[in-house]
């Protein structure tokens, strides 16, 4: 992995394309403490132990995964919460799973820390005139609720998610929409993303890709 590219580098692009989650922000840290604080929640409700909550929540969450892959809804904490109250046999409580889920995401927008290189590069970018997109997989409302904690939506000209274009990265189909958006060609743009094996689908489709 390397650090983050020269912002003299980035300048010579028409269009900078952004990963969001873990590359932005870190993700794990805010993950981990508002996943606590719900599992914790999640027990309680049922009179379960942790370990056992923590068990369902990984077998409700490959199901969905398997079940949706490829699709934005695959991430859905609803959904695996939903899951975990079938697989405990409590049906009939069902819409707990809107509080365990508005739980989960306000603790975790409360955690949220930007990266302080991340944005540095991007208030230069937009200082300078150079337009900044974020392509991202999960659902549009939750990734506009985190450009919103991090108070960053003024930079960027565009967010297209894995939700609105029905595929996720690394499908190339993602990026190309993008690029359409933009009416840039990808020789004129780069992608800033963390993961090689999804954000490195910019790089099939031509596009100047760095992986931090």
């Known amino acids: ?7 003299e580098e980035l300048k010579q692009f028409e269009v900078v394309f952004w990963d ?3 590359t932005i922000y870190p993700y794990d840290p805010a993950h981990k403490v508002a996943w606590e604080i719900t599992l914790k929640l999640f027990a309680k409700k049922f009179n379960l132990d942790i370990e056992t ?6 077998v409700a969450r ?13 991430h859905s904490r609803l959904l695996y919460f939903k899951e975990m109250i079938q697989n405990i046999g409590k049906v009939e409580q069902i819409s707990s799973a809107l509080m365990f889920e508005k739980t989960y995401w306000n603790s975790f927008l409360k955690q949220m820390q930007i990266n302080k290189n991340a944005l540095k590069i991007i208030e230069v970018l937009y200082a300078n005139g150079i337009p900044q997109v974020i392509i991202t997989d999960l659902t549009t409302q939750i990734q506009l609720k985190k ?3 991090l108070k960053i939506a003024k930079y960027f000209k565009w967010m297209l998610t894995s939700e609105e274009a029905g595929i996720e ?3 190339p189909k993602i990026f190309e929409m993008a690029l359409v958006k933009m009416n840039v060609k990808s ?6 993303g963390d993961n090689i094996k ?3 689908g910019a790089a099939r489709v031509g596009i100047k890709t760095y992986i931090i």
């Open 1 to 7: 992995m390397a650090k983050f590219p020269k912002i």
């Open 20 to 22: 969001l989650d873990n």
């Open 53 to 58: 909550s923590r068990a369902n929540y990984a």
């Open 62 to 74: 490959n199901e969905i995964n398997n079940r949706l892959h490829g699709q934005a809804a695959s």
């Open 147 to 149: 450009l919103k904690q």
């Open 169 to 171: 990265k690394p499908n």
């Open 187 to 192: 020789e004129k743009c780069c992608f800033i």
């Open 198 to 200: 999804t954000d490195g």
